[in-house]
T-cell receptor, first 116, second 114 residues
């Protein structure tokens, strides 16, 4: 089974600053996807960013980017120019490929607070 | 706009009661999932279904069962609710086949068992 570890239960950052959330995973698979999901307070979970393991280039979505280190099995999320609306729980997740029927394995989450 | 709807946002039940949590998606997705979310434990997979009438156990299936009679609906059943099943329950769906695997989530059902 794949395990996903988020070592930072809580983090805080000031508005407009940059913050990095850590994630490591353990797998023997060579082909897989990695995800960061965001869960704002009392709202539904949404996808922030995803990375295919076969791609060497790090994924980027506006202010969100990842640092994917396949050999180290590390997948960190960088949030630039943090905004108050970024306050949320962030979950790192893993999914092996092919994916038909396979579920995502989630980490325990990091609670991020963005302060004015 | 994609939609996963969970029938109840908040439920309070008594120990021993039978509890049904309903989830409906309007995206014609083949795969549907039930996760349980607890503070400090993240999301843990209870059951998933990759097609109508098909189901697979996840990591913590004990005390739960599921039903998928129609493609759009996936129900989670607690046959005899216990206090340790007090939790947030998240339903999610996803298309199968060659895709990026993104899950679409409902808003969650917060269950309290007294």
């Amino acid at each position: 089974a794949q395990t996903v570890t988020q070592s930072q239960p809580e983090m805080s950052v000031q508005e407009a600053e940059t913050v990095t959330l850590s994630c490591t995973y353990d797998t023997s698979e060579n082909n897989y996807y990695l995800f960061w999901y965001k869960q704002p307070p009392s709202r539904q979970m949404i996808l922030v960013i995803r990375q295919e393991a076969y791609k060497q280039q790090n994924a980027t979505e506006n202010r969100f980017s990842v640092n994917f280190q396949k050999a180290a099995k590390s997948f960190s999320l960088k949030i630039s120019d943090s905004q108050l609306g970024d306050t949320a729980m962030y979950f790192c997740a893993f999914m092996k490929v092919p994916n038909s029927g396979y579920a995502l394995n989630f980490g325990k989450g990091t609670s991020l607070l963005v302060t004015p | 706009d994609v939609k996963v709807t969970q029938s109840s946002r908040y439920l309070v039940k008594r120990t021993g009661e039978k509890v049904f949590l309903e989830c409906v998606q309007d995206m014609d997705h083949e795969n549907m999932f039930w996760y349980r979310q607890d503070p400090g434990l993240g999301l843990r997979l209870i059951y998933f279904s990759y097609d109508v009438k098909m189901k697979e156990k996840g990591d913590i299936p004990e005390g739960y069962s599921v039903s998928r009679e129609k493609k759009e609906r996936f129900s989670l059943i607690l046959e005899s609710a216990s206090t340790n099943q007090t939790s947030m329950y998240l339903c999610a769906s996803r298309t199968s086949g060659a895709n990026t695997g993104e899950l679409f989530f409902g808003e969650g059902s917060r269950l309290t068992v007294l």
